[in-house]
């Protein structure tokens, strides 16, 4: 038993909407998978399905062995669930919260007491640790819902969304302490709609939209896929963004993307270093003044947006681009 | 653990989690222990003055009805903080815990008695400083205050029926004050309800709050031969009635909000 999740042909429906389309997918033991996709794509009903919240509508699906539906309860004793929203209890302290959910692990009183203290000491929360959730700040939440994952020590861990709604510091906190739990061989399965947290804390990537996995792979992988190397341009004129566009097009290997606002042009080219110079003589013939010129890697987002067709969120919701 | 035990441990979780949550939430404690309060000064000093029972005080009589309707408002507030619950992410918690799924409702309703228990003691003391009395012997005191909890109980399962169907705050407190103050009203808890012009009446009669209070009122012996009671069968045998009532919100509601729980929390 090498897998510690397996998903066959998951189908949830919800009235007309279909959540889950026949997902399939496994998850080595030990190892990191992310879902990535927008909202909606049905991330988050995988993570219900998998943590026995949702009976699926059809296929199956196992967690560390058990059965979703046949075992949920031996399922539920090996699996710790992080979820969206911090689902910790506002009017009880940091540590009477993880204490609760040490009883309800069947603990015992003592080893519940004893582990609360751990995790507490552990999160960095000690000294807020007997003051009500409720003046807890945003980040100290989501570090005592995490925490209250990790009660019982369980061996495959569900993060939906972890950092969803964090400033980037709190974030950034966060991802180290997922990082050192990933190190110390929990296997974990992750939900995100951000591309630099797949990329910073998953093995594996699986790209999800409308309950369908799409790709599948590392984040080099990923980026492989999508192929070639971009041209990304900035113009200095509103005026010449149309005359450097219809440039750009002609050595597109796909989409270009624009964006007015910030006089950006960016194109997947097959021959990149070729293609720029082409490109950089053709707009100075034109007489297009071009303040920046660089050829990168494809990111993540480029694989996302790609594949899915629509743009990420979570990097700049400022850049509303514009596929043509 | 074994079947039996665990929704029993796991019940008592619950519970000191929801008892500790009222106790920090002054507001919620507040109006579950003050609304009584206020009710027994207002009909004790407004009221009783223009009311007259045959034989007896008015505030003698008035006390139980209060009684009973302290456990009407306090299963408001459980309710509310049900629906409340409902709203955030902690059921979802509950559910991936390998915990006895009974265990959520069985603690829910053990916490709502404790603090039924509470409110009774409060509403007893208030009660003995305005001039109520317990006139018979203390075995049947002790029904008295036995018999109110059952009910207690029991109503408890009756509010998280209606919690889990409305989920919503909002809906569940409209609903609930909608429902609670005919109950309080259309009965024999504040006044004599022979008083009452007929199709009021047998509404009253037949009304559970009517049997609980009359009930308490024969075990505490806030009675008076002068007096009559109303013909209806379960005000003639309130305390049978009252445990039949009892029973029979138990065997319907206990299975309701049992299913009720489920399907609100697996959407």
Do not use: C
């Amino acid at each position: 038993m090498s897998d510690a999740i397996t998903a066959e042909g998951l189908v949830k429906r919800y009235g007309e909407v279909t959540a889950l389309d026949g997902l399939s997918f496994t998850v080595p033991r030990g190892t990191v998978l992310a879902l990535l996709g927008p909202n909606g794509a049905g991330k988050t009903t995988t993570v219900r399905v998998l943590t026995t919240l949702l009976r699926p509508d059809g296929g199956r699906a196992t967690v560390a062995g058990y059965d979703v539906v046949g075992d949920a309860r031996r399922l539920r004793s090996s699996i710790g669930l992080s979820g969206q929203y911090a689902a910790v209890d506002e009017h009880l302290t940091g540590a009477e919260n993880l204490e609760m959910i040490g009883r309800l692990y069947h603990l015992g009183a003592k080893r519940s007491k004893a582990r609360a203290r751990e995790l507490l000491e552990r999160f960095d929360l000690t000294d807020a640790a007997n003051r009500p959730v409720k003046g807890y700040s945003g980040g100290m939440r989501r570090r005592v819902d995490l925490a209250g994952a990790l009660v019982a020590d369980p061996p495959v861990l569900f993060l939906d969304e972890p950092t969803t709604g964090l400033d980037p510091r709190a974030r950034a906190a966060l991802w180290d302490t997922i990082s050192e739990l990933v190190a110390a061989g929990s296997t974990l399965l992750l939900t995100t709609q951000y591309m630099e947290e797949a990329d910073h804390l998953a093995d594996q990537i699986m790209v999800v939209d409308h309950g369908r996995a799409i790709a599948r792979g590392t984040a080099d992988e990923l980026k492989d896929q999508v192929g070639g190397s971009r041209i990304e341009l900035t113009v200095t004129d509103a005026a010449e963004l149309e005359t450097a566009r219809q440039a750009l097009a002609r050595f597109a290997a796909g989409a270009v993307r624009t964006v007015p606002e910030s006089l950006q042009i960016t194109v997947a080219v097959t021959d990149g270093p070729e293609s720029l110079r082409q490109v950089l003589g053709l707009l100075a013939d034109a007489g297009v003044r071009v303040r920046d010129a660089g050829l990168r890697r494809p990111t993540l987002d480029d694989v996302y947006l790609t594949l899915t067709g629509h743009q990420a969120s979570g990097t700049d919701p400022q850049a509303r681009e514009a596929t043509r | 653990m074994n079947a039996l035990t665990m929704p029993i441990a796991d019940g008592w979780t619950i519970a000191r989690r929801n008892t500790r949550k009222i106790r920090r939430s002054p507001d919620l404690l507040g109006s579950a222990i003050m609304f009584p309060i206020v009710f027994v000064l207002m009909f004790a000093y407004v009221f009783g003055s223009v009311i007259d029972v045959p034989g007896m005080s008015y505030r003698e009589f008035l006390l139980p009805g209060i009684f009973v309707q302290a456990v009407l408002v306090s299963a408001q507030v459980t309710g509310y903080t049900l629906t409340l619950d409902l709203q955030k992410g902690i059921f979802d918690r509950f559910r991936s815990l390998p915990m006895a799924p009974s265990g959520v409702l069985i603690g829910q309703t053990v916490s709502d008695l404790l603090m039924n228990l509470a409110s009774l003691v409060v509403m007893a003391v208030m009660g003995l400083i305005v001039g109520w009395r317990v006139h018979t012997a203390p075995h049947e005191a002790v029904l008295g205050f036995g018999l109110l909890l059952l009910f207690a109980y029991a109503f408890s399962w009756f509010t998280a029926t209606v919690a889990l169907a409305l989920r919503t705050p909002e809906s569940f407190n409209n609903i609930a004050t909608t429902l609670s103050f005919p109950l309080m009203f259309v009965s024999n808890a504040f006044l004599d309800s022979s008083d009452l012009p007929a199709p009021l009446r047998v509404v009253a009669e037949w009304n559970p709050v009517s049997t609980i209070t009359q009930a308490a009122r024969e075990l505490f012996g806030n009675t008076s031969a002068a007096m009559k009671t109303a013909d209806a069968w379960p005000l003639q045998h309130a305390v049978p009635a009252s445990l039949l009532w009892i029973a029979v919100i138990l065997v319907v509601f206990i299975p309701l909000a049992t299913r009720l729980y489920k399907k609100a929390v697996s959407a």
